[in-house]
């Protein structure tokens, strides 16, 4: 069955984004990105350290030609410092498809919607392709839709919580009102958060977290694999309705006692 | 000369931003510069004159959600 996630000008087959971030070496990085079949992968845009560079970096280790790379603007609070970092990035690896995230501030490393709407705004106008980062607000999601952004990003939980979703009806109004591709990208702690995801129709969830800080994070990362897999699967399939009683699963005729 | 290198005040040897490059070993690293606030593309290292004071912001990649 051919089912493309269309993002941009960009296709995938891998419903799965991954993180890069969190890890305890780029081995384990590379392996576990691997576990996953994630096509995409983000990364952040940090000082190289002059002091001390150290022999090897990450993209020794996520090589830029298997993988879509995705930059980031993590640790970024206003428009400005998003726009700089993105155009850094840009000239860095020629990538044009970014991660757009402006946050709040650092305890709830919530999204901080009037940057992130005032960031948007200026990278469609430098012809960025922009997946964005936001609350589960759906009116704000539509926002950035006309703005021009390729892909809207609800959190399901804060960064890095692991909590799940916390507002799985919002995740689907969201979907519903939505011309581009949802990715449901923070929150998600394990396997069926995912597949929840995705039950509830998000084009595609975005996993760091959950596999960097698994005890066998290349497992993990198969689960999340498996889990994306299956929650698609699951709302192209359709379910069956939620009833307030019994359903009996067999025949309720032809018994030897009649 | 003096500039100010990711923040540090830095003494560098070299005149342009391509000496720069490879005055810190970073020829074989994907990496971005942006000069007093303006991103340099790769295409003008050889052409851009590092002068005294100059704010330089070397980045790269590193991992990331």
Known sequence: MSDIFKVGTHEFTSRLIVGSGKYKDFETTKLATEASEAEMITVAVRRVNITDMGKENLLDYIDPKKY???????GCF???????????????????????????DTETLYPNVVETIKAAKMLVAEDFEVMVYTNDDPIVATRLEEIGCVAVMPLGNPIGSGRGLANPFNIRVIKQRANVPIVVDAGIGTASDAAKALELGADAALINTAIAEAKDECMMA??????????????????????????????TEGYIWD | M????????????????????????????????????????????????????DRIELVHMIGGG
């Open chain 2, 2 to 53: 003096q500039i100010q290198l990711n923040g540090e005040n830095t003494q560098v040897a070299a005149t342009n931003l391509i000496e720069l490059v490879a005055e810190l070993g970073l020829e074989q690293r994907m990496i971005a510069i942006e000069r007093n606030m303006e991103v340099v593309p790769k295409s003008e290292y050889t052409g851009t004159q590092l002068e005294e004071s």
């Open chain 1, 68 to 74: 879509t790379i995705l930059p980031n603007t993590a």
């Open chain 1, 222 to 251: 198969r689960a999340m694999r498996d889990a994306v897999r299956a929650g698609r699967l699951a709302h192209l399939a359709g379910r069956m309705p939620k009833r307030a009683f019994a359903s009996a699963s067999s025949p």
């Open chain 1, 78 to 104: 206003n428009a400005e410092d998003a726009v700089r970092t993105l155009r850094l990035a840009r000239e860095a690896g020629g990538w044009n498809l970014v991660k757009l995230e402006v946050l709040g």
